[in-house]
């Protein structure tokens, strides 16, 4: 079985701008989360879509967001940059969140 | 709000020791999951171990074993006969069954020392 896959792998924006990160999951997995990873923060959870819908939503502002397609791939946006979101995006991907999630490499995104 | 403590910011151990990573947490439910993931340097997290908290015995996977203490909320990580591949960052994480969305700690580093 193929991983989870992200890409792109690395990233530079500068403020203002917007991103958008893909993630392809395990095949079979309807569940895609995405987490935040800085050093002063670790890992915080951002959302979690299951077959095309958002069911959990971390404490991050609007400006985060994402959707789920058919296939269960996913993409996340961040629109109007800030400093601040320079992190390490992780995707997981699972049968269902209380199972063993499969983490993808992640992109690291750095804004300048 | 729940929260997931890892009081342990960096730990060493000497190869072929056994080495324990602690973790509380803070919740007022009953039924929720709980995880410990490692993250080996510049490669991808993956689940070490995972225990349901309505289950009494503690969960094991080859070398590495929970200790649960479902009332002083403490889910701690004893790694036996540790290897150097076993250096890697290690979380600890929460799932509230209800709620869905997991918390996770701040993250143990483990070095291990040949």
């Known amino acids: 079985k193929a991983g989870v896959t992200q890409t792109p792998r690395y990233l530079i924006k500068t403020r203002g701008q917007q991103v958008t990160l893909s993630c392809s999951p395990i095949?079979?997995?309807?569940?895609v989360s995405w987490y935040q990873q800085t050093p002063g923060q670790g890992l915080q959870f951002l959302f979690e879509y299951f077959s095309e819908t958002q069911r959990n939503k971390g404490n991050f502002p609007g400006r985060f967001s994402g959707r789920q397609f058919s296939n269960s791939r996913s993409e996340m946006n961040v629109s109007t940059l800030e400093l601040g979101d320079s992190a390490l995006y992780l995707c997981?991907?699972?049968?269902?969140?209380?199972?063993?999630?499969?983490f993808g490499p992640g992109t690291r995104l750095t804004v300048t | 709000a729940q929260t997931v403590t890892q009081s342990q910011p960096e730990m060493s151990v000497q190869e072929a020791e056994t080495v324990t990573l602690s973790c509380t947490y803070d919740?007022?439910?009953?039924?929720?999951?709980l995880f410990w993931y490692k993250q080996p340097p510049s490669r991808q997290m993956i689940l070490v171990i995972r225990q349901e908290a309505y289950k009494q015995q503690n969960a094991t996977e080859n070398r590495f074993s929970v200790n649960f203490q479902k009332a002083a909320k403490s889910f701690s990580l004893k790694i036996s006969d540790s290897q150097l591949g076993d250096a890697a960052m290690y979380f600890c994480?929460?799932?509230?069954?209800?709620?869905?969305?997991?918390?996770f700690g701040k993250g143990t580093r483990l070095h291990i020392l040949p």
């Open positions: 919740t007022s439910e009953s039924d929720y999951y």
């Open positions: 994480a929460y799932l509230m069954n209800r709620d869905d969305k997991i918390i």
């Open positions: 997981a991907s699972s049968l269902a969140l209380t199972y063993e999630q499969y």
């Open positions: 095949s079979g997995h309807r569940s």
